[in-house]
C-alpha cells in the first residue's frame, strides 16, 4: 500500500493541483500570522490602558496570569468551579430534558399552539427577571436558581429540536417506508443521526446561556460559586480576581468545546467531514 | 412470476377548488420478465403511480395487487435523487433495507456492488461519491433485496448524459441476469425505447393515453437506425395524441 | 385499499372543534400558567409569595401612578425608569451599530482581518454580563455611561457576526453578471449589493437591540440608580415578590411589544420581495451566539408558507 502511495504521490499532481495546493498553505499560515498578530494587538492594548489607567481599576494580562494560579493555590478555584458547574448541570440538565419533551410536543399543532407564547417569552426575555422572581420567592433554596435556570434555557433547547424535527428528510423516510425498514430502524438510522447536530446546537447555546445565568443567580444567593466569587471581588474591589474568574471559565468552557464536544462531534458527524473533502 | 394489477385506480389531491387530479381511472396488468416504461409530460401522474404502487401513497380509489406466483410480492425501488443515508457507509445503506444482516445478506449485498462496480468502495461515505456511484448504490440497493418487481423513477435524469448512458448499460445487463420485471418511469422518450419491451404513454391529468409495444433486439443502440426509428414513432405518437402542445 | 390519513398526534380525539384548535390552546396557556399560580399561591407556605391579583393591584397602581411609591428624586416612577433605559439603549444600540458594521465589513471582506479580530470578538460575546456590569459600576460609578457601554459591549460582537455573514453571502454570480453587462460599479451597489446585505443588516438591528437589552438591564443593578434593571432590583432588595413579579411582567410586555410592534412589521417591509427568509442563516457556527430561529414564533398558516422569523437564540446574558 505504501509503495502505491508513494508512487502516485508526485506521479499525477498537475502543475495546477501544485498551485491550489500551494495557494491553501498560504492561507492556512497567513491566518495564523494574522490571528497570532491580533492576540499581540489586543494584549499590548489592553496592557497599555492599563497602565494608563492604573492596574488596580483595569488589572494587565500580566496581572491576571499571575492571579489565576493564586486563586488555584488558595483552595477557593475547584471548590467554586464545582459548586457552579453543579448548579448548571442541575438546572440546564432539567432544562435539556424539558426543552426536549416540549420540542417534540410541539410537532403537533395544539401543542404548538399552547407553548409557543412560553417559549417567545422565554427567549426575549432577559435572564435577570428570571433570576430575581425565583429567588424572591424561593430564597436559597434550590427551586430559586433551578427555575431561573430552566426558564431562560429551556426555549434554546426547544427550538432547535423543533427545528431538527421539522426538518427531518422526508424522502429518506419515505424510501426507508418503499422499502418495508422497522419502525425501530428507521429511528435509529435516520431520525437520531439527523436529529444529532441540532442537539450538539442546543447543548452548545444552552450551556452558554446556562452559565450566564448561573453565575447571576449566585450573585445574588449563594455563598458558593464562581458569581459569589466575582461579587465578593468587586466588593473587595479586586478587579483581577473579577477578570480571572471570568477568564477561567472562558478557558475551560473552551477545553470543553475542543476536548470534549468537538471529539463526540467528529466521531459522529465523521461522514460530515468526509462529504466536505 | 410476479404481476402487477391495477384497477380503477384514481388519486386526487386537495379538496375543492384546489382538487387536483393525479391519476384517473388507470387500468394496467404488467408481468413477467418485462421492463415497462411510462412516459409522459410532467405533471401526468407518473411519479405518483410508482408511489401508490410502492405504498409511499395511498390511492383515492381503485385498487392494487402485486403478486409473486398468488402470494404478496416485494417490491425494490430507485428514486430519482439516490436518497442514501449520508451518515452510513456505502454497505451500511444496503444492509438499511435487508431482513437480516447475515454473512449471507452482506455477501449479497457485495454482490451487487459489484455488478454496479463499486466492489472496492463499500466502507466510503455517500458524500465521497460522484452523483453517478450514489445513484449506482441506489441501483444496488434496489437489487440487494432481491425485488420481484422494481419500481423506477426517473434514476438517470439527474445525471450527465454520459455517466447516464453507461449506468443505462449496465441497468439493461442486470435486468436481463436477473429476470425481474421492471417498471421505470422516464420523461426521456430515447431512454425508454434503448430499454423498453412496452411503453405506457400518459397525458395530462393522469390518463393512460397508449400502450407500446417496442419489439427490437436487445441491446439496443441509440445510433442504430431501427432504434433511431422506433423513437421518431413514439414521438409522432406524443403528437397525434396532442401530448406536446399541451 | 382503504385510504387511511395520518395526522400528526392531537389530544382529545372525541372532543369538540375548537377545543382542538391551535387557537384555543394559545389562549389557554396563560389560564394554566394562572392555575399553576393560585396552586403555589395555596400550598407554598410563604409570607412573600403573591396572589395573582396582588400582583394585578400592583401594576395597575404603577401604571396609574396611585401607589404612592416615589423611587428616587431623579426618577420616581415607571415611565420615567422605563424612558431612562430607553434612551441608554438607543445611544448604545447606534454606537455598537456604527461600530459592528465597520468591522463587520471588515471581517466579511478580508479572511485576514478576520483572523485578527475573531478569538477576540468571540471572548467579548462568551463574557457574561455579570462581568462587565460590575467593572463598570467600580471604574465609571453610577452614571449613564456605565450602562450605555454595556449595550456597546453586548450589541457589537453580534452586528459583526451578521454583517460579517451578509458580506460572506454577497450573490457573487449576480455580480458577476452584471459586471459582464458593463454596468456601472455604483448600480452593483445599489441593486445587487445593498439589497442582498438588507436582509443581514436587519438581523443585525434586531440581535443587537434583544441582546443590548438583557446586557443593560443586568448592568442596571449593579452600575446604576435608575433604570428598568435598578427598579425591579429597588423590589427585590425590599423583599417584595409582587414587585418583583409586577415588574417581570413589565419586562416581559415591553420585549414582546418590540418584537411584535416594532421589529415584526420592519421584517415584513423590508423583505417584501422575498418569499422565505432561508436565506438569512445566522452564524451558528464558531461563534454560536445566533441561529435562525424555527416555527414557534409565526402564525400558523405562514407555517405553511415557510416564512420565519429571526430571533436571538443564544443571547449575551
Not at chain 1, 502511495?5 to 495564523?32: F, M, T, V, Y
Amino acid at each position: 500500500m505504501a509503495t502505491t502511495l508513494e508512487q502516485q504521490a508526485p506521479g499525477p499532481r498537475s502543475a495546477e493541483e501544485e498551485r491550489l495546493l500551494a495557494l491553501r498553505k498560504k492561507e492556512i499560515r497567513d491566518r495564523w500570522i494574522w490571528r497570532l498578530a491580533g492576540y499581540v494587538f489586543f494584549l499590548l492594548a489592553w496592557a497599555l490602558v492599563s497602565r494608563i489607567v492604573g492596574d488596580n481599576l483595569i488589572p494587565g494580562p500580566l496581572r491576571i496570569a499571575r492571579t489565576i494560579p493564586e486563586l488555584i493555590e488558595s483552595g477557593r478555584f475547584f471548590s467554586s468551579f464545582g459548586a457552579t458547574l453543579t448548579r448548571i448541570g442541575i438546572g440546564f440538565g432539567l432544562a435539556f430534558l424539558i426543552g426536549i419533551v416540549i420540542g417534540v410536543l410541539t410537532q403537533s399543532r395544539w401543542w404548538n399552539g399552547f407553548f409557543r407564547d412560553a417559549v417567545t417569552i422565554s427567549l426575549v426575555s432577559p435572564s435577570l427577571i428570571w433570576a430575581l422572581t425565583g429567588l424572591v420567592i424561593w430564597g436559597f433554596e434550590p427551586q430559586g436558581w433551578i427555575f431561573a435556570i430552566v426558564m431562560t434555557t429551556f426555549a434554546v433547547v426547544t427550538v432547535n429540536v423543533a427545528e431538527g424535527i421539522r426538518a427531518l428528510p422526508k424522502d429518506l423516510t419515505d424510501m426507508s417506508r418503499a422499502f418495508g425498514v422497522t419502525n425501530w430502524r428507521r429511528q435509529r438510522d435516520i431520525v437520531f443521526p439527523f436529529l444529532a447536530p441540532f442537539v450538539f446546537t442546543a447543548l452548545r447555546f444552552g450551556f452558554s446561556v446556562g452559565w450566564k445565568v448561573t453565575v447571576l443567580t449566585e450573585v445574588f444567593s449563594s455563598n458558593e460559586g464562581i458569581g459569589f466569587e466575582m461579587r465578593v471581588a468587586s466588593q473587595l474591589f479586586r478587579m483581577d480576581e473579577l477578570f480571572a474568574w471570568a477568564i477561567s471559565f472562558f478557558i475551560f468552557a473552551l477545553v470543553l468545546e475542543k476536548l470534549v464536544l468537538q471529539r463526540y462531534e467528529r466521531k459522529f458527524f465523521r461522514w460530515r467531514a468526509e462529504a466536505s473533502t | 412470476m410476479a404481476e402487477i394489477k391495477v384497477e380503477g385506480l384514481s388519486k386526487e389531491f386537495g379538496v375543492g377548488e384546489d382538487r387536483v387530479v393525479a391519476l384517473e381511472n388507470v387500468n394496467l396488468d404488467v408481468g413477467g420478465h418485462v421492463f415497462v416504461s411510462i412516459v409522459g409530460p410532467s405533471g401526468c401522474g407518473k411519479s405518483t403511480l410508482l408511489n401508490i404502487l410502492s405504498g409511499i401513497e395511498t390511492p383515492s380509489s381503485g385498487k392494487v395487487t402485486i403478486t409473486q406466483d398468488n402470494h404478496d410480492a416485494e417490491p425494490g425501488y430507485v428514486f430519482q435523487a439516490a436518497r442514501l443515508l449520508p451518515w452510513r457507509s456505502v454497505m451500511d445503506n444496503l444492509l438499511f433495507v435487508q431482513k437480516d444482516r447475515s454473512d449471507e445478506t452482506k455477501a449479497r449485498c457485495q454482490k451487487y456492488l459489484e455488478m454496479v462496480q463499486l466492489g472496492d468502495k463499500v466502507d466510503k461515505y455517500p458524500g465521497e461519491l460522484s452523483g453517478g456511484m450514489q445513484q449506482r448504490v441506489g441501483i444496488a440497493r434496489a437489487f440487494s433485496i432481491e425485488p420481484d418487481v422494481l419500481f423506477m423513477d426517473e434514476p438517470f435524469s439527474h445525471l450527465d448524459a454520459i455517466t447516464a448512458r453507461s449506468l443505462r448499460r449496465e441497468l439493461h445487463e442486470m435486468w436481463s441476469q436477473t429476470k425481474k420485471t421492471v417498471l421505470f418511469v422516464t420523461h426521456d422518450v430515447g431512454e425508454a425505447v434503448e430499454l423498453s419491451n412496452r411503453i405506457l404513454v400518459f397525458a395530462k391529468g393522469g390518463k393512460l393515453e397508449d400502450d407500446l409495444q417496442i419489439d427490437l433486439p436487445f441491446p439496443r443502440d441509440p445510433a442504430e437506425d431501427a432504434v433511431a426509428v422506433a423513437k421518431a414513432q413514439v414521438l409522432r405518437k406524443f403528437e397525434e395524441l396532442d401530448l406536446i402542445a399541451s | 385499499m382503504a385510504t387511511v390519513v395520518t395526522t400528526a398526534p392531537s389530544p382529545g380525539r372525541g372532543l369538540p372543534g375548537w377545543v382542538k384548535s391551535p387557537k384555543f390552546a394559545r389562549i389557554l396557556f396563560p389560564f394554566v400558567v394562572l392555575g399553576i399560580w393560585y396552586f403555589i399561591y395555596y400550598t407554598l407556605d410563604s409570607r412573600i409569595f403573591p396572589a395573582p391579583q396582588t400582583v394585578a393591584v400592583f401594576m395597575w397602581e404603577e401604571i396609574t401612578l396611585t401607589s404612592g411609591v416615589r423611587y428616587s428624586s431623579a426618577a420616581e416612577n415607571i415611565y420615567v425608569q422605563f424612558g431612562i433605559t430607553l434612551m441608554r439603549l438607543t445611544i448604545g444600540f447606534f454606537i455598537a451599530l456604527i461600530l459592528g458594521t465597520i468591522i463587520g465589513l471588515a471581517v466579511g471582506i478580508s479572511k485576514k482581518v478576520d483572523a485578527f479580530f475573531h478569538d477576540w470578538v468571540m471572548g467579548v460575546l462568551a463574557m457574561p454580563a455579570l462581568v462587565y456590569a460590575l467593572f463598570l459600576g467600580l471604574a465609571l460609578g453610577f452614571g449613564n455611561l456605565g450602562p450605555i457601554l454595556a449595550v456597546v459591549i453586548a450589541g457589537t460582537p453580534f452586528v459583526i457576526i451578521n454583517i460579517r455573514e451578509g458580506v460572506r453571502n454577497t450573490p457573487k454570480e449576480l455580480i458577476d453578471m452584471a459586471r459582464s453587462f458593463e454596468v456601472p460599479q455604483n448600480k452593483i451597489t445599489r441593486h445587487v449589493l445593498l439589497p442582498s446585505l438588507m436582509p443581514f443588516f436587519f438581523a443585525a438591528i434586531r440581535y443587537a437591540y434583544a441582546v443590548g437589552w438583557k446586557g443593560l438591564v443586568i448592568t442596571e443593578v449593579f452600575a446604576s440608580d435608575r433604570g428598568m434593571g435598578w427598579t425591579i432590583k429597588f423590589w427585590y432588595d425590599a423583599h417584595r415578590a409582587h414587585g418583583v413579579i409586577g415588574y417581570a411582567i413589565f419586562f416581559i410586555i415591553f420585549a414582546l411589544a418590540l418584537e411584535k410592534l416594532v421589529f415584526d412589521p420592519l421584517a415584513d417591509r423590508a423583505f417584501k420581495w422575498r418569499p422565505k427568509m432561508d436565506a438569512v442563516q445566522m452564524a451558528e457556527g464558531d461563534f454560536g451566539g445566533v441561529q435562525r430561529e424555527g416555527f414557534l414564533l409565526i402564525e400558523d398558516q405562514e407555517i405553511e408558507e415557510g416564512v420565519d422569523t429571526t430571533v436571538a437564540k443564544g443571547g449575551n446574558f
